[in-house]
């Protein structure tokens, strides 16, 4: 299977979001599209829960979504979230 590339030509912009921005972007796409859950977009993107949700806020204006293709994972990001909780 080929490696798949981006268009170079996104390259101007991305560079003026910073670094990880292109990973952040596919990853957000990716779960926008309900093709990933809220964990494997934050997993893909690099980030951890709380940055990738505030991301997702700046840049989109919501961050998590509860979507039927991948609700049993996100459910079970919310489990170990709460168990972190002091």
Avoid: C
């Avoid at 996104?10 to 964990?39: N, R």
């Avoid at 893909?44 to 961050?63: I, P, R, S, V, W």
């Avoid at 996100?74 to 909780?85: G, I, T």
């Amino acid at each position: 299977m080929p490696t798949p590339t981006i268009n170079p030509d996104f390259a101007p912009l991305l560079e003026t979001l910073g670094q990880g921005a292109s990973d952040f972007f596919l990853a957000a796409g990716l779960y926008h599209a309900h093709k990933v859950s809220f964990a494997t977009a934050a997993a893909l993107a690099g980030l951890g829960y709380e940055e990738f949700h505030y991301q997702l806020k700046e840049h989109f204006g919501h961050g998590f979504m509860i979507a039927d293709q991948t609700v049993w994972e996100d459910l079970r990001l919310v489990d170990e979230l709460v168990e972190q909780r002091p």
